[in-house]
């Protein structure tokens, strides 16, 4: 009868112990899943993360329009925003700004450039490939758009720190030429008028031997020529 209480227990323990190894690697199974979901979910997390950054666009470019004009721009950048400077050498060269956005691999921006005494917008909207940007671009006017086209820009130099703006001449001060003339025209009036008067009269004195040397200087006048038969 012990003998078999004996056996009793030992196939009890048995049985309990088996029990608990399956729960013990059911536990140790189910830590390893979650494990793997905790690494899953950090990797997508970094994904997600590195999706979100955007473009670094930081650069000196050269501007391309199809209309021919070769414009360089020194970009700047906080996050997604652009901002910095443009100019333009050629025959009539101007300096202006440039804002803008960068959103995923679309870049838009708009250039004001001061001309003369006018401020003149033109917006790029354009995509971001191989460190070139390409797209379209409108010139506007206080009446709408005066110039549309095609750009291309490729970035020629990381540091924007050493973009130097146009140099703009000075326009020359006119010339006084009316004030002159009319100063010279006084001049001569001035001059030519003494001439004249000198033509009328004279100093009675410088001719006085001429006058009392002659005969007929010294008859009285209310005698006239009968005085002399």
Same mark, same amino acid.
């Given at each position: 009868?012990?003998?078999? *209480?004996?056996?009793?227990?030992?196939?009890?323990?048995?049985?309990?112990?088996?029990?608990?190894?399956?729960?013990?690697?059911?536990?140790?199974? =189910?830590?390893?899943?979650?494990?793997? =979901?905790?690494?899953?979910?950090?990797? *997508?997390?970094?994904?997600?993360?590195?999706?979100?950054? %955007?473009?670094?666009?930081?650069?000196?470019? /050269?501007?391309?329009?199809?209309?021919?004009?070769?414009?360089?721009?020194?970009?700047?950048? /906080?996050?997604?925003?652009?901002?910095? /400077?443009?100019?333009?050498?050629?025959?009539?060269?101007? =300096?202006?700004?440039?804002?803008?956005?960068?959103?995923?691999?679309?870049?838009?921006?708009?250039?004001?450039?001061?001309?003369?005494?006018?401020?003149? %917008?033109?917006?790029?909207?354009?995509?971001?490939?191989?460190?070139?940007?390409?797209?379209?671009?409108?010139?506007?006017?206080?009446?709408?758009?005066?110039?549309?086209?095609?750009?291309?820009?490729?970035?020629?130099?990381?540091?924007? !720190?050493?973009?130097?703006?146009?140099?703009?001449?000075?326009?020359?001060?006119?010339?006084?030429?009316?004030?002159? =003339?009319?100063?010279?025209?006084?001049?001569?009036?001035?001059?030519?008028? %003494?001439?004249?008067?000198?033509?009328?009269?004279?100093?009675?004195?410088?001719?006085?031997?001429?006058?009392?040397? !002659?005969?007929?200087?010294?008859?009285?006048?209310?005698?006239?020529?009968?005085?002399?038969?």
């Amino acid at each position: 009868m012990l003998t078999k *209480v004996l056996y009793m227990g030992l196939l009890l323990l048995l049985i309990i112990g088996a029990g608990m190894c399956e729960d013990q690697a059911g536990i140790a199974e =189910n830590a390893t899943v979650g494990m793997d =979901n905790v690494t899953v979910d950090a990797n *997508v997390t970094s994904n997600v993360t590195a999706e979100a950054a %955007p473009l670094s666009l930081q650069y000196i470019w /050269s501007l391309s329009l199809s209309s021919g004009e070769q414009i360089t721009m020194a970009l700047n950048q /906080s996050g997604s925003e652009l901002f910095g /400077s443009a100019k333009y050498e050629g025959a009539e060269p101007w =300096n202006g700004v440039v804002v803008g956005s960068v959103s995923d691999s679309s870049v838009d921006l708009v250039l004001t450039a001061l001309m003369g005494k006018s401020l003149v %917008p033109m917006v790029l909207k354009g995509s971001y490939s191989e460190d070139t940007i390409t797209g379209t671009y409108s010139v506007y006017s206080p009446t709408g758009v005066v110039e549309s086209g095609k750009f291309t820009a490729m970035w020629i130099n990381p540091d924007t !720190s050493v973009y130097t703006p146009a140099v703009i001449p000075e326009a020359a001060a006119p010339a006084p030429a009316a004030q002159t =003339n009319t100063t010279e025209t006084e001049q001569t009036t001035t001059t030519t008028q %003494p001439t004249q008067l000198s033509t009328r009269f004279f100093d009675v004195k410088e001719k006085k031997e001429e006058i009392f040397s !002659s005969p007929a200087s010294i008859i009285p006048p209310a005698m006239g020529m009968s005085a002399l038969t």
